[in-house]
């Protein structure tokens, strides 16, 4: 029997969690009028489960949370708010919660997603493997922890899932992380596929490695990461997705009393956005590497008028200079730490034009792969102008999305089934 706390200071939302609550069998339900309430209860009991309203008299959903992590870290917290901002997402995970629902609530997802919130809480507490070499691509230091764990089982993928989002936030971008990694593991077993998730930890960095990928389409893959967390950092090779993840400083509040200090207030009212400014990024790069970027400059003009030459005619000899131009580019972002994972894309998009035969330059396909590469041409110096030249962007990673979409789009042009949503409609994220 699981304890479930549903925190809701409308009588009526809690009466609704109660009537949908009513199909789940195993489980005793409590309830709390507002977060004060939640947090005197924790103290005194365990909730396997808890449903979190945000905004509540006395002690809101944020500071209910922060407390009663405190208390009891393994209680499994699931946000329900009618604020469907990324501010308030990003805030409540980073305090805590394992969740973000907004409401009105789809019925049928809300208790699927109940049913596996259980599942996870039922396969706690197994060993898990020590892995001892490094594997991640991005970095070969030493680290302080690595971690495998070898899913042969959804028992073995629930823990996961348990073990890294039942400890504290530290780790930014931690939670879409974990989602992504359980809905392509789970996809892998449900196809009879076996695969192992490695993590590797520094001070600074967290490297979350899944092996065994090769039956999930590249191509796939890079759609559902640009639509499901467009800003990742990862390394798609060979037969292994590896994330890394920044750390960011939190500091703890006394749980001593329910009160709550000056102090807390300031760390709870902050955001946890990752977000560099172009000047920032300057001040810290080393102005020898500076040089390469002015080069650049004439790599757009040449790439800008090869592909002018190859839209007219269409041959291997023309789109060599294309891709040539772009390996300047990648090579470039290849050294960039901040930058490793579109460099990885644009070398990989060059090894696929690669391979392409004159064959496969139909007028209508020679004519969207112009225009593509010319978007990602444009995108590039954008990027190279913007944080490098004249320094405005507030956010580095501004165009990371619509780079990324370029390369992916460029290979589904030869290969159109890799982006047919009926390839990944059955991957599962929670």
Request: glycine share 2%.
């Amino acid at each position: 029997m699981y304890n479930v706390l549903i925190v809701d200071d409308n009588d009526n939302n809690r009466l609704t969690l109660n009537l949908l609550l009513e199909e789940v069998d195993g489980i005793e339900i409590f309830e709390a009028e507002d977060g004060q309430v939640a947090v005197e209860m924790c103290v005194k009991n365990h909730f396997d489960l808890i449903f979190m309203d945000i905004m509540m008299p006395n002690l809101d959903g944020f500071e209910a949370t922060q407390f009663i992590k405190q208390v009891n870290k393994k209680s499994m917290i699931i946000a329900l708010s009618a604020l469907d901002d990324d501010t308030s997402k990003n805030r409540m995970l980073s305090l805590g919660a394992e969740d973000y629902l907004t409401k009105p609530l789809n019925a049928e997802h809300f208790l699927q997603r109940i049913r596996q919130y259980l599942r996870i809480i039922a396969l706690r507490n197994k060993q898990i493997h020590k892995f001892s070499s490094a594997l991640n691509p991005f970095n070969a230091h030493v680290f302080h922890r690595n971690i495998t764990f070898r899913i042969d089982d959804e028992e073995a993928l629930a823990q996961f899932w348990d073990y890294w989002l039942n400890g504290e936030k530290s780790i930014i971008n931690l939670s879409d992380c974990v989602r992504l990694i359980y809905g392509f593991g789970l996809w892998l077993l449900k196809h009879e596929y076996a695969c192992s998730i490695v993590v590797e930890e520094s001070e600074e960095k967290l490297y979350m490695m899944l092996l065994h990928v090769k039956p999930l389409s590249g191509n796939i893959i890079k759609n559902i990461l640009l639509k499901h967390f467009a800003n990742a950092k990862y390394i798609l090779s060979n037969d292994m997705l590896t994330f890394q993840l920044d750390k960011e400083i939190t500091r703890e509040s006394s749980a001593g009393s329910v009160a709550m200090s000056d102090e807390t207030k300031k760390i709870l009212s902050k955001t946890h956005d990752n977000v560099q400014s172009a000047v920032d990024y300057i001040n810290a790069t080393a102005i020898s590497f500076l040089s390469k970027i002015d080069g650049l400059e004439i790599i757009n003009d040449d790439t800008d008028k090869a592909i002018l030459a190859f839209e007219k005619e269409p041959n291997k000899r023309n789109l060599s200079v294309i891709y040539e131009n772009f390996q300047e580019y990648a090579d470039i972002l290849a050294e960039l730490m901040e930058f490793e994972h579109l460099g990885f894309a644009v070398r990989t998009l060059i090894d696929f034009l690669g391979t392409l035969t004159e064959e496969q330059f139909d007028t209508d396909k020679s004519k969207r792969l112009s225009a593509m590469l010319l978007n990602l041409l444009h995108d590039l110096a954008s990027w190279r102008e913007n944080v490098f030249i004249t320094q405005v962007a507030r956010d580095i990673h501004y165009l990371d999305s619509s780079l990324l979409s370029s390369c992916i789009q460029i290979e589904a042009i030869f290969d159109e089934k890799s982006l047919d949503p009926s390839h990944d409609d059955d991957i599962e994220f929670f």
